[in-house]
Structure formats: structure tokens, C-alpha cells
Nanobody, 116 residues
Framework: QVQLVESGGGLVQPGGSLRVSCAASGSIFSINTMGWYRQAPGNQRELVAAISAVGNTNYADSVKDRFTISRDYAKNTVFLQMNSLKPEDTAVYYC??????????WGQGTQVTVSS
């Protein structure tokens, strides 16, 4: 009923920038929280950033002052602007959307690789 399509991942050098996006479509009445998670090989999936329905944001300490999460409310899309990227940011980045009815949906994941 609900599909999340991620885009924007890729290979970037340390210190570079990437912008990933996640567009939700389908049977959507409203969206509560949208967020980005990441999972590196051998690690557990961790929250990177989240943004609420009213625009409140929170970030993992490791990405504060480097990443910015934003939403296009009209298009049901969430973005993650990643600046000053580090090799330790390398991971598969997953979009998560909590609908107004409380149900969660996950994107397919997009690979972000930071390497020289």
C-alpha cells in the first residue's frame, strides 16, 4: 500500500557531500515521523536523523553539525544532506516513515560509500 523509494547514494571522497532522498507514495493519509537510519557491515542499524510532523529534528551525535534532515511535506519526501563525509559514514542508509496511523514503512536502502 505504501512504497518508499530512495535515491542519491553513491561513492564520495572524504570531506565531500551527498544528498539522499526518500519519496513515499501510495495509500497515505498523513505522515508522522520520517527518519534516516544506517547500517554498516557487522553493525546494528542506528538512527541517523529524524524529523517530526511539525519539523522538530534530532540527530545522532556522530552526525550533528554535518548532516541536515528536511522534508517536503507536499511531496511526502524526506532528504538527508550529508556534508563533511567521513569513511565511518559508509553504510547502507534506510529511510523509515511512520504514518499517522502508527504503521512503519522502510525504504529499500541506498549505499553510501566514503572512500578515497
Amino acid at each position: 500500500q505504501v512504497q518508499l523509494v530512495e535515491s542519491g547514494g553513491g561513492l564520495v571522497q572524504p570531506g565531500g557531500s551527498l544528498r539522499v532522498s526518500c519519496a513515499a507514495s501510495g495509500s497515505i493519509f498523513s505522515i508522522n515521523t520520517m527518519g534516516w537510519y544506517r547500517q554498516a557491515p557487522g553493525n546494528q542499524r542506528e538512527l541517523v536523523a529524524a524529523i517530526s510532523a511539525v519539523g522538530n529534528t534530532n540527530y545522532a551525535d556522530s552526525v550533528k553539525d554535518r548532516f541536515t534532515i528536511s522534508r517536503d511535506y507536499a511531496k511526502n519526501t524526506v532528504f538527508l544532506q550529508m556534508n563533511s563525509l567521513k569513511p565511518e559514514d559508509t553504510a547502507v542508509y534506510y529511510c523509515k516513515v511512520e504514518l499517522g496511523n502508527g504503521y512503519d514503512y522502510w525504504g529499500q536502502g541506498t549505499q553510501v560509500t566514503v572512500s578515497s
